[in-house]
């Protein structure tokens, strides 16, 4: 029943066909069970696997052991098969499978045996088949926040059913079924209220709208057009808790239809959006892979007058030999450890933003957070904390010359029993409980008070059980403490945390017997409560101002503690005080009194309640954080707009961005702040014009959350969104990075891309910083892994343009691409981060990874690595003092030696020497090449190598491995090495070297006009970005 609020009791009632003094029959029962179906939300169809990897004489078997768990249900998950060929569907990767099952066939064809034939292919399958593991656990792994929120479902529910109450699992409630509902109760499914059995009854529900404070229900139907959740004031909401009353409601909705279930569905229909980097790779991924299909069909063709050559054997032969060079190219082109080195240095940021207290779920995120341009950030628990706490007080300092009030400020914003009181002035008082009003304060809080605040060691955190408002008094008893000791602050700290929970408040409800009570009502919003002491009888009263002070005759003097009468001049000051604490303040008041009463009196009644003496007005708030003032100033410095979203009221929530900052920067609030109501009345063009300016979001619930997020992509924003309720968890799963408060729920965690461990909204900026330095890391060794592969694809197209023999063979290509490119790439992602990283804007969403002017640079230093390596090949053959010293024409008619009379072996174009300088001749020159990123734009003397430390021991350690290879004999062997002379080594420094000099030109012009015009004038032809188009 959808419009249940909008209905009255009876028509509700009627609709169902339950009578609400017997409740449904068996029958009934039944039917509504068939009808409406069962009190679950169902869960979705899981999938579990193992990958087990097994490399026997260079075959690659993979077993995938599939497990299926299911329940009644008619939801399915994505098939497995799908998800591992998913994984699959990249360009390159393809790409890298066909070559890995050319090469394997070609070497059944050639009838090669051994583990060196069937090395490649190996490897190359057994890399793209890790890829696909890791990327298939990650998806499956991606609804765990779905089961989670089962665990917000009621386990059982008090139900009449046949006219005779009893409690039934939750999961059997149907449709039309009378449920009571008390204090502490989850409730069990979406209820419409039907009969009040207190004079009251409140529910927390933060975890649905976000709503700051306990929310009072009542019989009547809600008329409002366009009812929010706030606004449903007759429905009890499914997985809430009621805080205070009891009452009997009818079951209107159940599982998926409640408002829970709801959230469910808007979760399971979200769709995970790639991160920029990812498909900024893609888009650099499909650019490389044509360049690499052109350039492999352009060798193959260049090359198809040598396919007759002697040296193959025939035609055919000469066209597979010219086959395999292509497929090497292509296997030296593609970067394989990109991927790799992507996730090593997401991973590597992960564990930095962990010690930030950000810990990190979904590792693209970390890069996502480097181009954030909107942070739309949850209010209560967020940017608050979520604790209730009095922040002023106001009462009578003196009336004797003239009424003076006097107001004090109170620190502390948890519900730690820690803090201050502050007069007027600012200045600290020692000794609070020496101030009559403040003590009787203190002792008003404490006894007329139902809530209770305790210590959890495992949580390591103070916890209340009962209302929010309640709790703020018992912990501002604690922070008055207690009069008649000298030593009392310091007495208190001495106290073990448990202890000091509530010392205070057990010391006045010792030395005071409560003896009767009157409990709050609506009508008279107000309780009180009768205490004895040392038989002396007194009456403590609590309750809104307005009630209190009509009640007062007298009033509690601040200074020399007598009472006064409450005469017109003084009440019209309280009020004016109190309209300041509601109005500007926008604080939650309450005011406070006593009576005394009759000596042996045992029972108080509403006619008790006059002729009270005012003692004071309490005003409180959920507190802002205290550093969340800086964190959004620093947002702003770095170009990233704050949106603050909340449940709460518009007057509620401007206050708090006044005082948090958000609203600095404005003159008028007109255009910046929206209730849900007001913006979905709006325009369609007025909606997008409201979007671009607005700053606060209130009154919504989940769903507009969700569409916020949908509206802000739409125009290119890079939306950061942060929560801690069950309601923020379909926001958090489509934003595109979800940040999760670590005190929040379960469901909020597992839809989130990272957590916040200390529920510190600072952390997000220390969080985006690192995002951002990430992001250039990742463009540096992205830089590095091109150009070194640029490097190879001109040596191989070089050597068979100039018709020379292979300079290098593939398995020594997979060398290079895999350990030697693989661990100075890593330790570049160590580079620290720049200084101003928080003073640029941040970059757009569709800025390419390489520029024109960045990818011109990678051709030129990948020219030169690609020439330098032919350069030693050459070297070897025609100057080296250990090669035959042939003439350079003879070199390059190698393969004719055969068939003419020459003064040297033909034996010697099959040598090992040649290729192992120029690999050797690659990996140094790679090396320096490394030490050239640790920069985009500075000088090697302005950043020095041991800058990054990291970077040095990488190189040391690959140049290691590269000696292992040369000087042990079983790995010489593998690899189709030899051991170098020291000649050989000094020609393989002086060839390395100048890739350094060259590319700190380039930086030099990069850092002058000359990049930036190059850079522009290749803009509009951009072939490594296109324009995004969001598919929503």
């Not at 989850?186 to 709503?211: C, F």
């Amino acid at each position: 029943m959808e419009d249940a609020f909008a209905r009255s009791v009876p028509e509700v009632l009627d609709f169902f066909g339950v009578d609400p003094t017997k409740g449904l029959t068996d029958i009934q029962v039944t039917s509504h069970a068939r009808i409406y179906g069962r009190n679950v939300l169902p869960q979705e169809e899981k999938v579990i696997f193992l990958c087990f990897w097994h490399l026997t004489f260079g075959r690659l078997f993979q077993l995938l052991l599939l497990v299926r768990m299911s329940w009644d249900c008619g939801c399915t998950s994505t098939p497995f098969w799908k998800l591992v060929l998913k994984q699959f569907d990249d360009l390159l990767v393809k790409i890298l499978i066909a070559a890995a099952v050319v090469s394997f066939l070609l070497a059944l064809v050639n009838g090669e045996t051994g583990l060196t034939a069937f090395l490649e292919p190996s490897v190359i399958l057994m890399i793209l088949a890790a890829n696909a593991a890791v990327g298939v656990i990650t998806e499956t792994n991606a609804e765990k926040a779905l089961e989670e929120l089962r665990a917000y479902q009621a386990d059982v529910a008090t139900v009449m059913r046949n006219g005779c109450f009893s409690i039934l699992p939750a999961t059997e409630l149907v449709p039309g079924d009378i449920v009571e509902v008390s204090v502490g109760c989850k409730i069990p499914a979406d209820l419409r209220m039907i009969d009040m059995l207190s004079d009251q009854l409140r529910v927390d529900q933060a975890i649905l709208t976000g709503e700051s404070s306990s929310v009072e229900k009542e019989l009547e139907s809600t008329l409002t057009t366009n009812a929010v959740y706030q606004d449903k004031t007759n429905i009890l909401f499914s997985g809430t808790v009621v805080v205070a009353g009891r009452a009997r409601a009818v079951v209107v909705e159940v599982g998926s239809n409640t408002a829970m279930g709801s959230i469910r569905d808007s979760m399971l229909r979200t769709e995970d959006e790639a991160t920029p980097l990812k498909r900024k790779l893609d888009e650099f991924g499909t650019f490389l892979a044509k360049v690499i299909a052109g350039i492999c069909i352009l060798v193959w063709i260049v090359n198809i007058g040598h396919f007759r050559d002697p040296v193959h054997g025939g035609f055919f032969q000469g066209a597979v030999h010219y086959f395999k060079i292509a497929v090497a190219l292509a296997v030296a082109a593609i970067p394989e450890g990109l991927p790799a080195v992507v996730t090593t240095c997401l991973a590597l940021g992960t564990k930095r933003m962990a010690r930030l207290n950000a810990i990190v779920r979904s590792l693209p995120s970390v890069e996502t957070l480097g181009c954030t341009t909107v942070i739309c950030s949850d209010k209560t628990g967020t940017l608050t904390t979520n604790m209730m706490s009095v922040s002023k007080i106001c009462v009578l300092q003196s009336a004797s010359h003239g009424v003076v009030a006097a107001e004090y400020s109170i620190s502390g914003t948890t519900y730690a029993p820690e803090g201050s009181i502050f007069d007027g002035m600012g200045m600290q008082l020692d000794f609070p409980a020496q101030f009559p009003c403040l003590l009787h304060i203190a002792m008003c809080s404490a006894l007329c008070n139902e809530s209770v605040i305790q210590y959890n060691p495992d949580k390591k955190k103070y916890e209340k059980i009962g209302e929010s408002t309640e709790v703020a008094l018992r912990i501002l008893a604690e922070k008055v403490g207690l009069p008649g000791f000298d030593s009392m602050p310091s007495a208190l700290n001495m106290l073990t945390k448990h202890e000091r929970a509530s010392y205070c408040n057990h010391y006045w409800e010792n030395q005071f017997k409560k003896i009767s009570l009157l409990d709050f009502s609506r009508d008279r919003k107000m309780m009180s409560v009768l205490c004895s002491r040392k038989q002396i009888e007194i009456m403590f009263s609590k309750g809104a101002p307005e009630s209190i002070i009509s009640k007062c005759t007298s009033i509690l003097c601040n200074d020399d503690g007598s009472t006064v009468p409450l005469t017109a001049h003084i009440r019209a000051e309280l009020e004016s005080r109190f309209s300041s604490f509601a109005g500007k303040d926008t604080l939650r008041c309450l005011a406070l009194a006593l009576k005394r009463m009759p000596t042996g009196q045992q029972n108080i009644s509403l006619d008790d309640e006059k002729d009270l003496t005012f003692i004071g007005l309490v005003g409180m708030l959920d507190p802002p954080r205290e550093e969340v003032r800086d964190a959004i100033l620093s947002c702003m410095t770095a170009g990233i707009r704050v949106m603050v979203v909340t449940g709460d009221n518009k007057t509620t929530a401007e206050s708090l961005c006044r005082k948090i900052g958000a609203f600095d920067h404005l003159q008028d609030f007109v255009g910046r702040s929206f209730t849900a109501s007001e913006f979905e009345d709006l325009s369609a063009l007025e909606k997008t014009t409201a979007l671009q300016q607005m700053t606060l979001f209130t009154r919504v619930e989940p769903s507009h959350k969700k569409m916020l997020v949908e509206a802000l992509q739409h125009q290119n924003e890079v939306v950061a969104m942060t929560g801690d309720g069950v309601n923020d968890a379909p926001a958090l799963k489509k934003a595109d990075i979800g940040i999760a408060m670590g005190s929040g729920t379960a469901v909020a965690k597992s839809a989130s891309d990272m957590v916040l461990a200390d529920d510190n909204f600072a952390t997000i900026v220390a969080a985006v910083a690192e995002g951002r330095a990430i992001y250039n890391n990742t463009k540096q060794f992205i830089r590095y892994m091109i150009s070194s592969n640029i490097g190879e694809v001109v040596c191989i197209f070089v050597a068979a343009v100039l018709g020379i023999p292979d300079t290098l063979v593939p398995v020594q290509l997979l060398w290079v691409n895999l350990v030697t490119d693989g661990l100075p790439a890593t330790a570049i992602g160590f580079n620290k981060q720049d200084s101003d990283v928080m003073k640029a804007k941040p970059r757009k969403i569709n800025e390419a990874v390489v520029s024109g002017w960045l990818f011109f640079r990678y051709l030129v230093i990948g020219a030169y690595v690609g020439l330098a390596t032919v350069a030693g090949f050459i070297w070897w053959f025609i100057y080296s003092d250990t090669g035959p010293k042939i003439p350079y024409s003879e070199l390059m008619n190698f393969d004719s030696c055969l068939k003419r009379e020459t003064t040297y072996p033909c034996s010697i174009f099959s040598d090992r020497h040649p290729s192992t300088v120029s690999m050797t001749v690659l990996v140094v020159v790679e090396m320096f090449n490394a030490l050239n990123n640790l920069s985009e734009n500075q000088s090697l003397v302005v950043i020095p190598p041991w800058s990054n430390l990291w970077l040095v021991g990488s190189i040391g350690v690959t140049m290691l491995l590269h000696c292992l290879i040369l000087y042990v004999h079983p790995l010489s062997i593998l690899f189709s090495v030899v051991p170098l002379t020291w000649d050989e080594w000094t020609t393989v420094l002086y060839l390395s070297f100048p890739v350094i000099m060259i590319d700190e030109i380039l930086k030099f012009f990069s850092r002058n006009s000359l990049g930036m015009r190059f850079n522009l004038r290749l803009r509009r032809a951009e072939f490594l970005s296109k324009r995004e188009v969001r598919d929503k």
